[in-house]
C-alpha cells in the first residue's frame, strides 16, 4: 500500500491529490491514506497536506526501506524482496542466515550502518551512517563451483554500468573486485559461496559502495585510496536509485551470462579495466610477479606477461599499478 501511495505521490509530485481520490485508487479509507502520509513524513519525504486540497509530495528522501527501492525498481525478479535495516555488523551475515531460512534467489539485505564489513581477503570496510550502500544480494544459478568467481565479474560490469549510466563519472574496474574512480577505490565485491564438490547452492554477493560521503567521512587511514561519489560528482545522489539501477544491471547481466556465457561479459570487463596494458605487480601467496597486464582469460584469471614473456594466468591475489 505504502509503495503504491508514494508511486502516485512521485507521479504528481508538486501537484495536490485529493484523499478522496487516493482512498478510491488505492481502495482503503481516508484514515488509512492519512496514517500512511504520517510513515512518509517520517521516513523522510516531506508531504505538505491542505483542507480540500489533499495532499502533495515536495521532496524524496534518501532513504533504503522497500517502498524507497521500489519506486525505481524495474526487474523482473531481483530485489522484489528486499530486508532493510538502519544497522548491521554485515548484510553478508544476515544474507547467511536467511539462506538457513530458506531466502530466494533475488533476495536483497541493505543497510544503513555496516559496523563490522568485511571485504575480500578479510579486510574491513567502513561503512558511513546513511551515506553508503552496503548490500548483498541472494543468487542460486545452476553453474559448478569452479565458475561462481566468474559472477564477481559480472556484478562488477553491472556495478560499473550503473554507476557511469546515472552519474556519467569515469569509473572503471581493478581485478577482480574493486571500483576505481579516479585513482581511488569506490566500491568493492565480496563474493561467497555455499556449495558441495559439485553444484552450488547458493551466492551471496556483497557490495559496498562509497555514495554520498565527504572527506571528512572517510577515515584518515584510507584518505589516500579511498572517495565517493559525492566528492568526485561535486553532487549527492539518491541511494535508493542508484540501487535500483545496479540491480537492474545485475540482472540484465546475469541472465546474458546464464544463456550465453561468460564471453560477453569478458569483453564488456575488459573494456572498463583500468590496467590492460599496463605495468602491474602482482603478489599471490606464493610469489610476485612484475608485467604487463594483457586481459582475463576465459575463466576470469587475470593474465600477466613478465619481462621474459612468460605468461601466468593469476586467480587470486593483490594487484597494484605501478607508476611510470
Not at 559472477?151 to 569515469?170: C, N
Amino acid at each position: 500500500m505504502k509503495e503504491l501511495l508514494l508511486k502516485i505521490l512521485v507521479e504528481n509530485k508538486g501537484t495536490f491529490i485529493s484523499g478522496e481520490k487516493l482512498s478510491t485508487e488505492l481502495n482503503c479509507s481516508r484514515t488509512a491514506i492519512w496514517k500512511h502520509m504520517d510513515a512518509l513524513r517520517k521516513s523522510g519525504y516531506k508531504v505538505e497536506s491542505a483542507p480540500k486540497k489533499g495532499y502533495r509530495l515536495t521532496e524524496i528522501a534518501d532513504g533504503i526501506q522497500p517502498h524507497d527501492i521500489q519506486l525505481y525498481l524495474q526487474t523482473k525478479k531481483i530485489g522484489h524482496k528486499i530486508h532493510s535495516f538502519d544497522t548491521l555488523p554485515s548484510t553478508q551475515i544476515v544474507a547467511r542466515e536467511l539462506v538457513l531460512k530458506g531466502a530466494k534467489e533475488g533476495e536483497v539485505i541493505i543497510t544503513n550502518e555496516q559496523t563490522a564489513g568485511r571485504g575480500r581477503l578479510g579486510r574491513a570496510w567502513h561503512t558511513s551512517q546513511q551515506k553508503a550502500l552496503a548490500f548483498s544480494l541472494l543468487l542460486k544459478p545452476a553453474i559448478l563451483p569452479r565458475d561462481v568467481p566468474k559472477l564477481t565479474l559480472v556484478t562488477a560490469v553491472a556495478v560499473i554500468r550503473a554507476i557511469k549510466e546515472l552519474t556519467k563519472l569515469p569509473v572503471q574496474i581493478k581485478w577482480p573486485n574493486d571500483i576505481i574512480l579516479n585513482g581511488k577505490k569506490l566500491a568493492g565485491i565480496l563474493t561467497e559461496m555455499q556449495s558441495e564438490a559439485d553444484s552450488v547452492h547458493c551466492i551471496i554477493v556483497g557490495i559496498g559502495l562509497n555514495v554520498n560521503q565527504t572527506e571528512e567521512d572517510i577515515p584518515t587511514e584510507l584518505k589516500d585510496i579511498a572517495t565517493s561519489l559525492k566528492m568526485e560528482g561535486g553532487q549527492e545522489y539518491r541511494r535508493a536509485a542508484l540501487l535500483a539501477k545496479i540491480l537492474e544491471e545485475i540482472e540484465c547481466l546475469y541472465e546474458l551470462y546464464l544463456s550465453e556465457g561468460f564471453l560477453p561479459i569478458k569483453a564488456m570487463w575488459e573494456s572498463h579495466a583500468i590496467h590492460i596494458g599496463t605495468t602491474v605487480e602482482v603478489h599471490t601467496i606464493q610469489e610476485t610477479i612484475q608485467g604487463i597486464a594483457q586481459g582475463i582469460n576465459d575463466d576470469g584469471a587475470l593474465q600477466v606477461m613478465d619481462q621474459t614473456g612468460k605468461l601466468h594466468s593469476v586467480y587470486s591475489a593483490d594487484v597494484s599499478i605501478k607508476k611510470p
